[in-house]
């Protein structure tokens, strides 16, 4: 038998990493199980956020928005760029060196709080045993009094489309591409199908996205969804609703794909093709037959509000857990649960945690929406303020989108924040902070906001909850 701790944690992405450091902050003696091998074939720790996730997607969303700006928007600026093009391997290379820095920061940040860093593959062996494999398939048995499972997700695979390295590709082989394809072709118009459609959309491709359902994000305010998909079509995303993938073929260096939409069978031809159509807990084999924690047919574990399994003792967090795949939902669960175990109280408020989507312009919210509310039978009374009024916005190039907050008629009650707007995912966080607050409209309301900036589109959406905008004309309301 080897060490004995406090904690295990198994998985190093921002669930279970967070976890760890925070546990190692609350004096407990703290071990973190990751078996990810890096490009350099070495075990690498930060998960799908840092190695495939977040952070190389948002590398490729910020470089390719500003070779957009540079080769269409400086010129309204007076700026006289010249010929501009992008070196795609150069894009990818820098991704590569955010990726290594952060990871290797991670290892770092272990050392300095004490966190011990196992290598291997984990698995939960009883309530208070983590058996771990190395490379080398030798098995060691730790002991530890409390285990964190937070093992993450992968990318939901689908028949019609099967994957064939750099041709068929999930969202980790989109971030890899080394030119830009002539054709791609998307499959989901989710989040990742935005964002990397987008990436590659500014750097030159025709993008067609083949979504199932038809309507256009339908987790998203109404509006703000509208307004987004006018936005991502005038930038030339073609994303066609209602089109049900029903089979693919390679064909030497291309791929043509079935669907079915209202006209009947179609198909298109493309140069790469990405399929992200959700992604699935990562949690087969993590824990031992008969340890007794309960898992859905879908493989995600069963946790309670404080990310307690059904075994005492044994907590799961992140993406293996109900609730959005988000690193930031990961990571606040992770300090949650090692502030339990530490003896602390703690809950997570899960109605404030926000959402961005990293478009330009970005869509970000926090809350619920106009249509969640009257689904819920709440009567609202809605407050929005478009950017083309916004003095910052005009001096900034980017007049799109708008801001709304929806509140509770009869409480004035924050329920919501939407925005689509460039930068929108900064100022969601004061949409967190109102709602974390319990604010009402009125306080966002008779809050000095600094001027001039993006967020005064939030002040007066809050001040045209009550009709009272100073910036544009307000409707009538109702007496
Ligand atoms: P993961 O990050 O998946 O980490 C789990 C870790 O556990 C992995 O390192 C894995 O190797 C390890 N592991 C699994 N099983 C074992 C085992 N048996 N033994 C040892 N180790 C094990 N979210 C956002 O909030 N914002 C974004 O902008 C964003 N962009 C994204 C872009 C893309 C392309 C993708 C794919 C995802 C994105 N996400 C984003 C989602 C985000 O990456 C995940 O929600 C987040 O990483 C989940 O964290 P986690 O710790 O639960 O799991
Ligand atoms: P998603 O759930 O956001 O979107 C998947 C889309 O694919 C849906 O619109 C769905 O209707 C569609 N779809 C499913 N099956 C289909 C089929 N057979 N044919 C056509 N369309 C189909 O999933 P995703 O975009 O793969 O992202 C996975 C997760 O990663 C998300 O849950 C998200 O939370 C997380 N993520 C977050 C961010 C961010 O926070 N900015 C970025 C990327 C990923």
Known sequence: MADKFDVIVIGAGPGGYVAAIRAAQMGLKTACVEKWIGKEGKVVHGGTCLNVGCIPSKAL??????????????????????????????????????????????????????????????????????????????????????????????????????????????????????????RLGVIGAGIIGLELGSVWNRLGSEVTVLEAMDNFLPMVDGAVAKETQKLLKKQGLDIKLNARVTGSEVKGEEVVVKYADADGDQEMTFDKLIVC???????????????????????????????????????????????????????EEGIMVAD????????????????????????????????????????????????????????????????????????????GVHIVGQHAGEMIAQGVIALEFGSSAEDLALTCYAHPTMSEAVHEAALAVEGHAIHMANRKKKK
């Open 61 to 182: 969303l910020e470089a390719s928005h500003k070779f957009v700006e540079a080769k269409h928007d400086f010129d309204d600026l007076g700026i006289q760029a010249g010929d501009v093009s992008m070196d795609v391997k150069k894009m990818m290379a820098r991704k590569d060196k955010i990726v290594k820095n952060l990871t290797g920061g991670i290892s770092g940040l272990f050392k300095a709080n004490g966190v011990t860093a196992i290598e291997g593959t984990g698995k939960v062996a009883s309530a208070k045993q983590v058996e771990v494999t190395d490379q080398d398939g030798k098995a060691t048995t730790y002991e530890a009094d409390s285990i964190v499972v937070a093992a993450g997700s992968v990318p939901v695979e689908i028949p019609p489309t099967p994957l064939q390295e750099g041709l068929v590709v999930d969202s980790t082989g989109a971030l890899e591409f080394q030119e830009t394809p002539k």
């Open 277 to 331: 159509v959700g992604r699935k807990p990562y949690t087969k084999g993590v824990i031992a037959d008969g340890v007794g924690v309960d898992t859905d047919e879908r493989g995600f574990i069963h946790v309670d509000d404080q990310c307690r399994t059904s075994v005492p003792g044994v907590y799961a967090i992140g993406d293996c857990v109900r609730g959005p795949m988000l690193a930031h939902k990961a990571s």
């Open 340 to 415: 339990i175990i530490a003896g602390h109280k703690a809950e997570m408020n899960y109605d404030a945690i926000p959402n961005v989507i990293y478009t330009f312009p970005e869509v970000a919210w926090v809350g619920m929406t106009e249509q969640d509310a009257k689904a819920a039978g709440i009567e609202v009374k809605v407050g929005a303020f478009p950017f083309a009024a916004s003095g910052r916005a005009m001096a900034n190039n980017a007049t799109e989108g708008m801001a709304r907050i929806i509140a509770d008629a009869e409480t004035d009650r924050v329920l």
